[in-house]
């Protein structure tokens, strides 16, 4: 069974900090591209960050110089630390965890966490 457990979320004033969590279970975390989006009601699911297997990163030009994803690759868990929150920052945070590529074709969410960034 895949689980994908988010934490870390909050409410933050502006200009400050969290960090997000991700913890998975299920999947074989060590070849798994894992990412974070996050969606605000009424609007499509956004990218946030990703990171490969190989640690490469990427970013969307949001959030780019305030966010910065990370992996463990030993406790099977993604980080995502978010500096410099603005309110427009404020979402539903979801952790994803798709496959490298065929046979590896899978693609899953976490329940997601709110993150509210106060003005």
């Known amino acids: 069974q895949v689980q994908l457990v988010e934490s870390g979320g909050g409410l933050v004033q502006a200009g400050g900090s969290l960090r997000l969590t991700c913890a998975a279970s299920?999947?074989?975390?060590?070849?798994?591209?894992m990412g974070w989006y996050r969606q605000v009601p009424g609007k499509q699911r956004e990218l946030v960050a990703t990171?490969?297997?190989?640690?490469?990163?990427k970013y969307a030009e949001s959030v780019k110089g305030r966010f910065t994803i990370s992996r463990d690759n030993a406790k099977n868990t993604v980080y995502v630390q978010m500096n410099s929150l603005k309110p427009e920052d404020t979402a539903v945070y979801y952790c994803?965890?798709?496959?490298?590529?065929?046979?590896?074709?899978?693609?899953?969410w976490g329940q997601g966490t709110q993150v509210t960034v106060s003005s």
């Open positions: 994803n965890a798709h496959g490298p590529g065929a046979p590896f074709t899978y693609d899953y």
């Open positions: 299920g999947i074989i975390f060590s070849i798994s591209v």
């Open positions: 990171i490969t297997s190989g640690g490469s990163v």
